[in-house]
C-alpha cells in the first residue's frame, strides 16, 4: 500500500556557513544542527551560531549538540543560540539532559556491537523526547560518514527516533524503508569536506527522502 500524510523530518547537521543554513531552509528542511563538541571538525561557538542562527528560514528549527560539555557551556549556548532541541552524544544522564529546561534528544551509539533495548532506554531517560541512533561508539562522536545495521535498532520504542549514521542520497530511500524513522539526520553524507555543505548533495537528498514518503510498503 501507500503511505499517506506521512513525512519524514530531515535535519541538517554540523552547519558553519550562513550561505548552506539558507540553502537547508529553501530546501524545507526542518532542522539544522550546530556542533559544541570539543574535538570536532564542526565545532563553532555560541557567537559564531548566533549569527548562523540569522540565516535560518522562519519555522525551521534549531538543535544544538553536544558530547560532554560543561555545564556552563551549555547554559551559554542556550542563551545566545536559543536551540528549540538539545542534543547529547555522550554520557550525560537525564538529570544534567533536563536541567536546561530545553527539549532534548539522547543519542545512542551504535557502533561496534552496541546492544540496546527500549526499555532501558527509556528507564535512563525517561524525559527524552526521542533518541537519535548513530553509528558512532560509545564516547566517540558522530559525522563519521559510516552507517550500521539499522535491523538493530530496538523495537518497541514510545519515543520518536531519529536514523543518523552514514545517511547518504544513494541509501536514505532504503533506511526510511527499513526503519520508518521520525527523521534523518544528516552531516558528512552533503558535505564536500567536514562543516563545508554541497549544495547538490543536499538537494539530492531532500528530493530522495520525499521520494520514500511517497513509497508503496507492504
Given at each position: 500500500?501507500?503511505?499517506?500524510?506521512?513525512?519524514?523530518?530531515?535535519?541538517?547537521?554540523?552547519?558553519t556557513?550562513?550561505?548552506?543554513?539558507?540553502?537547508?531552509?529553501e530546501?524545507g528542511?526542518?532542522?539544522?544542527?550546530f556542533?559544541?563538541?570539543?574535538?570536532?571538525?564542526?565545532?563553532?561557538t555560541?557567537?559564531?551560531?548566533?549569527?548562523?542562527?540569522?540565516?535560518m528560514?522562519?519555522?525551521?528549527?534549531?538543535?544544538?549538540?553536544?558530547?560532554?560539555?560543561?555545564?556552563?557551556?551549555?547554559r551559554?549556548v542556550?542563551r545566545?543560540?536559543?536551540?528549540?532541541?538539545?542534543?547529547?552524544?555522550?554520557?550525560?544522564?537525564?538529570?544534567f539532559?533536563?536541567?536546561?529546561?530545553?527539549?532534548?534528544?539522547?543519542?545512542?551509539?551504535?557502533g561496534?556491537?552496541?546492544?540496546w533495548?527500549?526499555r532501558?532506554?527509556?528507564?535512563?531517560?525517561?524525559n527524552?523526547?526521542?533518541?537519535?541512533f548513530?553509528s558512532?561508539g560509545?564516547g566517540g562522536?558522530g559525522?563519521?560518514g559510516?552507517?550500521?545495521d539499522w535491523s538493530?535498532?530496538?523495537?518497541?520504542l514510545?519515543?520518536p527516533?531519529?536514523l543518523?549514521?552514514g545517511?547518504?542520497?544513494?541509501?536514505?530511500?532504503?533506511?526510511?524503508l527499513?526503519?520508518l524513522?521520525?527523521?534523518?539526520?544528516?552531516?558528512?553524507?552533503?558535505?564536500?569536506?567536514?562543516?563545508?555543505?554541497d549544495?547538490e548533495?543536499?538537494?539530492?537528498?531532500?528530493a530522495e527522502?520525499?521520494?520514500a514518503?511517497?513509497?508503496?510498503?507492504?
Amino acid at each position: 500500500m501507500t503511505r499517506t500524510l506521512y513525512r519524514t523530518r530531515i535535519k541538517f547537521c554540523g552547519m558553519t556557513r550562513p550561505g548552506d543554513v539558507r540553502l537547508a531552509g529553501e530546501l524545507g528542511v526542518d532542522a539544522v544542527g550546530f556542533v559544541f563538541a570539543a574535538g570536532s571538525p564542526r565545532r563553532v561557538t555560541a557567537a559564531e551560531a548566533r549569527q548562523l542562527r540569522l540565516a535560518m528560514a522562519p519555522m525551521v528549527s534549531a538543535v544544538a549538540l553536544f558530547r560532554d560539555n560543561p555545564v556552563e557551556e551549555v547554559r551559554e549556548v542556550v542563551r545566545q543560540v536559543r536551540p528549540a532541541l538539545l542534543q547529547f552524544h555522550g554520557d550525560e544522564d537525564d538529570a544534567f539532559c533536563r536541567t536546561f529546561r530545553v527539549p532534548y534528544m539522547k543519542a545512542v551509539p551504535m557502533g561496534g556491537d552496541a546492544q540496546w533495548d527500549a526499555r532501558t532506554l527509556q528507564q535512563n531517560w525517561p524525559n527524552a523526547a526521542g533518541f537519535l541512533f548513530d553509528s558512532h561508539g560509545k564516547g566517540g562522536a558522530g559525522g563519521t560518514g559510516h552507517a550500521f545495521d539499522w535491523s538493530r535498532i530496538p523495537t518497541g520504542l514510545h519515543r520518536p527516533f531519529v536514523l543518523a549514521g552514514g545517511i547518504t542520497a544513494d541509501n536514505v530511500h532504503d533506511a526510511i524503508l527499513s526503519t520508518l524513522p521520525w527523521a534523518v539526520d544528516v552531516a558528512s553524507g552533503i558535505e564536500a569536506s567536514p562543516g563545508i555543505k554541497d549544495g547538490e548533495k543536499m538537494r539530492r537528498l531532500v528530493a530522495e527522502v520525499r521520494k520514500a514518503d511517497c513509497a508503496e510498503i507492504d
